[in-house]
């Protein structure tokens, strides 16, 4: 494979990969007759200088740019609200979101919204909501900055509650991107800490959607080689970016989303709650807590850790030496190995862990997690 040059492929849509290909961002527009496009980002992504070269490039293609940016970075239901009113206002034709998960979570919330007004949560997808996804949907276009969650080739969003902080999913296949530009020269500019924390959220997707219960033996197979990706590029990509880690790390987290609709587990239930509680960045959240959830799913499962740690090319394959592999790349990537280093006290220990039990991902988890499951991992984690 080759890093400097643009191809496609479809899976599970259109993708348009590799070095410039967010260039083609404004000939697919005026194919497809649109002409006044939303552009969902956040903050910090909206003043860096290759989205205002998008922009600029779209500007004088004549089409009509709109661009809302007012996200948290773990986002809710009111970002989703604001972002519709300004589609609306603007009568926009079309929603292109660019950024990491939180934009394009938003950008696809504003999709599912634009032509269904109940109450956003009446679709929350754990209650069964996603047979409400009945009406036509704007054509969706998503362009990642980040290689972490990999929300581009996604079908839902997960938004949290204002008040509660409690995270909803919204799902429905009609919330796929009809077309992914993945530019690693988007990423290329990075700061280490971010390419590390979303880096890790992408192994952690690869590594959970391998151990999920739910039989998907495809995404097995393309979690493995995401795992696998990830173990060749990113201790470089923080270190030593260079265009084929960025590209390697961009495909790995491509591919972490497509395998994780097997489903998640633990860890994602661990770190959930540190972003809707105290605000923690999802992946660094994922980060510290997967050495402790992988640790806590070895036993009854040493078959598919004895596969990754040949994936990883350990000496050693067995569970252990798979959980001491995530703790020395955390130490040589700059994460934390302990929770009271990103802020996490002993006292939100039991708020936590009503949040991480009643958390959405770990019912897909290998084994069964009690409430005083989590409890003790926060606690070991601290």
Known sequence: MTFDSVYQYNFPTTIRFGAGSSKELGDYLIKNKISKPLIVTDGTVAQLGFFKDIVKALETKKISVTVFSDIHKNPVKSDVYKGTDIYDANKRDAIIGIGGGAAIDVARAIVLRVNHREDLFKYDDLIGGDVYVTNDVPHFITIPTTAGTGSEVGRSAIIADDETHQKKILFSPKLLAKIVFADPQL??????????????????????????????????????????????????????????????????S????????????????????????????????NAVNIPYGMEFNIEGCEGKFKRIARTLELKEETGKAVVDYLFTLNSKINIPNRLREIGVKQEHVETLADLAFADFAHPNNPKPVKRDDFRQLYSTAL
């Open 187 to 252: 990423t290329m500019e990075l700061p280490p800490f971010i390419t590390a924390a979303t880096g890790m959220d992408a192994l952690t997707h690869n590594m959970e959607a391998y151990l999920a219960k739910m039989p998907h033996p495809m995404c097995e197979g393309i979690a493995l080689e995401g795992i696998w990706l990830i173990h060749q590029s990113l201790e470089g990509a923080v270190r030593r970016p260079d265009l084929e880690s960025r590209s390697k790390m961009l495909i790995a």
């Open 254 to 285: 491509l591919m972490g989303a497509v395998a994780f609709q097997k489903g998640l587990g633990v860890v994602h239930s661990l770190a959930h709650p540190l972003s809707s509680l105290l605000d923690t960045h999802h992946g660094l959240a």
